[in-house]
């Protein structure tokens, strides 16, 4: 039987970020997940596990792709859009896209 091991989850070390590395932050969260859904994927290939490996791919990877992309755009905006006005710009653009307004 394996031996359960609790390791600390440590506090972030910014205290307050850019809009720019907020996202480019998030984008490598985004990548190390990624990137533990491929050792997953592999684990399951090398054990001849057909189904696991579809779980993975239809479940969580294709998702995780399309999150990657989405971040990665965000940056190039950002990017492009410079600081300032061209930030508060992208902020309104992405509350817009992601904030459904209240029915009540």
Not at 17 to 41: I, N, P, T, Y
């Amino acid at each position: 039987m394996a031996a359960l091991s609790l390791k600390e989850i440590k506090a972030p070390q910014y205290a307050s970020l850019s809009l720019l590395s907020a996202f480019e932050q998030a984008l490598a969260l985004e990548r190390g997940v990624h990137d533990k859904l491929m050792h997953l994927h592999d684990c399951a290939a090398q054990e001849n596990d057909p189904h696991v490996m579809d779980f993975v791919e239809g479940e969580f990877l294709s998702e995780q792709i399309d999150a990657e992309d989405l971040l990665m755009r965000i940056i190039t905006n950002i990017k492009r859009a410079g600081t300032g006005l061209g930030e508060y710009l992208i902020d309104k653009d992405i509350a817009s896209a992601f904030v459904q307004p209240s029915t009540d």
